[in-house]
């Protein structure tokens, strides 16, 4: 197994996923979870992993929980392998 990290890209790609489902744009999620819309951009592209705080600001906003976006990454991790 090679080195064991999270990839940031399939984070974001998942969250993407789970916003458009929802029908909402980058910019009204990034207002319902109080964080910025470049940052939640950052986070889509996987220029940059959301911490906890912000995965679970951005779960809330969806109203999804972080448990059945997490399973979905690691769906998407395991596709990979």
Known sequence: MSEMQLDSAIVGKV???????????????SGLADIGR????MIERGD?????????RISRALDVKMSTIIIEIENELEQGN
């Open 15 to 29: 969250i993407a996923q789970f916003r458009e489902k929802k029908g909402l744009t980058q910019e009204v999620l």
């Open 48 to 56: 940059r992993k959301p911490t906890m705080e912000t995965f679970y």
């Open 38 to 41: 470049t940052h939640l951009s």
